[in-house]
Nanobody, 122 residues
Framework: QVQLVESGGGLVQAGGSLRLSCAAS????????MGWYRQAPGNQRELVAR???????NYADSVKGRCTISSDNAKNTFYLQMNSLKTEDTAVYYC????????????????WGQGTQVTVSP
């Protein structure tokens, strides 16, 4: 029904930048919220950034001032711009979206991308 495809991960040196993209497709009535989680080896998955359809945003304390989440609602696509990357940012990043698929249907359900590896070298 709904599929999220993300891209933009890779290897970057500390201080560099990356831009992650996530495109949602399928049966979509409205995307209620969207964003990224990340998980480093041995660590718990944590929220990185989140944005609602109204434009409100939330960021993890560890990335505030360095990351910006944005969305192109017409294209059902959202982005995470990451600057001044640190080695601590190394993780698999998963995009997600809470989506309502029909007007007369269930409230928003969570969908996840396949994950993309971000590696920051010293």
């Amino acid at each position: 029904q709904v599929q999220l495809v993300e891209s933009g991960g890779g290897l970057v040196q500390a201080g560099g930048s990356l831009r992650l993209s996530c495109a949602a497709s399928g049966s979509i009535f409205i995307i209620i919220s969207m964003g990224w989680y990340r998980q480093a080896p041995g660590n718990q998955r944590e929220l990185v950034a989140r944005i609602t359809s109204g434009g409100g945003t939330n960021y993890a304390d560890s990335v505030k001032g360095r990351c910006t989440i944005s969305s192109d609602n017409a294209k059902n696509t959202f982005y995470l711009q990451m600057n001044s990357l640190k080695t601590e940012d190394t993780a698999v990043y998963y995009c997600y979206a809470n989506i309502r698929t029909k007007l007369f249907g269930p409230r928003g359900l969570d969908y996840w991308g396949q994950g993309t590896q971000v590696t920051v070298s010293p």
